[in-house]
């Protein structure tokens, strides 16, 4: 999820955002990432493509969030939600990075 700070806005009253999703994109450019929505109001925070499940412990996967189109900010903040099928192996984050441009 994602929440963006404008200069017009009240810093406590932005929502937090859901991207996309893989199923809620069109993979206009061939690149097999989703690059266009669908229907915004169909937006469920899934990564840009889908991502097979690790197979072992300690293997970490490649994930891709993108929001495109949006008003003009000057901050933005990054919620993680993250899932674990077995609770002694929780999910980790390796080498997070968020990007923001014009």
Known sequence: ???????????????????PGYDNLTDTTGDGFGDQVIDVKNNNGRP?????????VDEFKDYQFTASNLAEFNGFE?????????????????????????
């Not at 840009?48 to 072992?56: M, N, Y």
């Not at 939600?81 to 014009?102: D, G, H, W």
């Open 48 to 56: 840009d493509k889908l991502v097979a499940p690790a197979r072992f």
């Open 78 to 102: 990054i919620k993680i939600v993250m899932t674990s099928t077995n609770q002694a192996y929780p999910p980790k984050v390796r080498e997070l990075r968020a990007i923001a441009f014009a």
């Open 1 to 19: 999820m994602y929440r963006l700070y404008r200069l017009d806005g009240i810093d406590s009253e932005q929502p937090f955002e859901l991207f």
